[in-house]
């Protein structure tokens, strides 16, 4: 798997370099990236922040300092994917939306989440394990379930 065109801070550790898909994304200062993780063009990811293995960071994310993101979690980027356009043809870069997703300082997202496109998960927010975000989180907020829901 590659690693081509990513701007890496001062003492990024990527775990397994032989075993991630990096590619036109920013790494800063001394965050851990671990196997088996894909992080897409455009894509930053904080200062000490640690990526755990298998998870999947599309084009349009951005990920504060100290974030913590587990093991599997997967971020999209497109509300209404489709493989082919109306006429028949393979959906191209122009055919669909892209949309952003902002996770704020000191959030961590526990292994299994799926975060949906669209939503700001606030500073030192706590997503559990498999939750479904599909909206906004508040700072310093916990949400579970599918979908996501406020932990009272």
């Known amino acids: 798997m590659p690693i081509v065109d990513v701007t890496l801070g001062r003492d990024v550790r990527i775990t397994h370099p032989e075993l991630v898909n990096l590619f036109g994304c920013v790494i800063e200062d001394e965050s851990m990236i671990g196997p088996f993780v894909e992080i897409q063009m455009?894509?930053?990811v904080g200062k000490r922040c640690k990526i755990q293995s298998h998870s999947f960071i599309c084009e349009g994310v951005t990920?504060?300092?100290?974030?913590?993101?587990?093991?599997?979690?997967m971020f999209t980027n497109d509300r209404h994917p489709r493989s082919v356009r109306s006429d028949g043809e393979l959906v191209g870069r122009n055919d669909w939306i892209m949309e952003t997703t902002v996770v704020e300082n000191g959030a961590s997202i526990g292994s299994g989440a799926v975060i949906l496109p669209g939503v700001v998960i606030g500073?030192?927010?706590?997503?559990g394990a498999g939750a479904v975000v599909t909206k906004n989180?508040?700072?310093?907020?916990?949400?579970i379930g599918v979908p996501g829901r406020p932990l009272l």
């Open 42 to 44: 455009g894509v930053r």
């Open 123 to 127: 500073a030192n927010a706590l997503i």
């Open 137 to 143: 989180v508040s700072e310093g907020q916990t949400l």
């Open 63 to 73: 990920i504060g300092d100290g974030v913590f993101v587990g093991h599997g979690v």
